[in-house]
Each structure stands twice: as structure tokens, then as C-alpha cells.
């Protein structure tokens, strides 16, 4: 398979970018309030709120990891590469329609720091969805070549 000499170092910005992510998603409860909120849930509620915000966390670090360390594998125009990136695709086109089509802005923080989060955040959110989808196109073409 064919791969563009500029598609490695794609991935690898990718793996930085959600790498980044992860970090400075530990932030986000203190900027958003969570303890007061999320104080206010059954035991049980709580519970699965907090574990499904772990399962995102580390979803995205191993997505992270993968990329930055391991592009070449994802890439490499195998079934599972195809599977791999393919999930990744799904997976961050999915957020990009639920930031417009779910989310409700009007609670949003106000001010430009959270403005321009929230614009470096899709940013983001595209450009993996973007480079992803082209990888995953590369790898399924590369199991029929």
C-alpha cells in the first residue's frame, strides 16, 4: 500500500493533539463545577457518571498513545488497521455531531478563554475525524490492492 510520506507525521499530530486533550481535560471538572453538580446525584448515578468519564479518559489515551507511538501500525493496510481507524473515525465524528446537534451552549462559561477552548476543541475534533477517514480509506484500498 501506497502510503503519503506526509500521513505518519498526520497521525502522530493526531496522537499529540489527543494526548493534549487528555490533559487538559483533567481541568474540566474544576471549570465547569462539576463537584457541586455531580454532588447532587444519587450515589449510584454518580457512580456511572464518573465511570463512563474514565472510560472516555482513557479512551482517548490510548487513541493518543497509539498514534504517537505506533502510526506506522495503524497504517499499515491491515484488516485491523482498516478496524482501528475506522473506530477512531467513528469515534470522533460522533463528538463532532453531538458539540452541535446535543450539546445545549446556552450554560456554557462565558468569556474568550472558553470561546476559544471551544473552538480549538472542534478544530481538533475535525482534523482527527479528517485524518482518521483518510486512513482508514487508505487501509481498506490497501487490503484490495
Known amino acids: 500500500m501506497d502510503v503519503p510520506v506526509w500521513l505518519p507525521t498526520m497521525i502522530l499530530f493526531a496522537g499529540i493533539g489527543q494526548l493534549a486533550i487528555v490533559a487538559g481535560s483533567l481541568r474540566i471538572p474544576q471549570a465547569l463545577g462539576w463537584s457541586e453538580d455531580v454532588g447532587k446525584l444519587r450515589p449510584l448515578t454518580r457512580q456511572v457518571f464518573w465511570t463512563y468519564a474514565g472510560y472516555i479518559w482513557t479512551t ?47 450554560d456554557a462559561p ?36
Open 60 to 106: 482517548n489515551l490510548c487513541f493518543g498513545l497509539l498514534s504517537a507511538f505506533a502510526a506506522d501500525w495503524i497504517i499499515d493496510g491491515s484488516p485491523l488497521a482498516a478496524s482501528v481507524t475506522g473506530f477512531i473515525t467513528v469515534y470522533w465524528g460522533a463528538r463532532v455531531v453531538i458539540q452541535f446537534a446535543y450539546f445545549d451552549r446556552s
Open 110 to 145: 462565558e468569556g474568550l478563554q472558553f470561546q476559544l477552548a471551544e473552538i480549538v476543541l472542534v478544530g481538533l475534533f475535525l482534523f482527527f475525524t479528517a485524518t482518521y477517514g483518510y486512513a482508514t480509506v487508505l487501509n481498506i484500498w490497501g487490503q484490495s490492492a
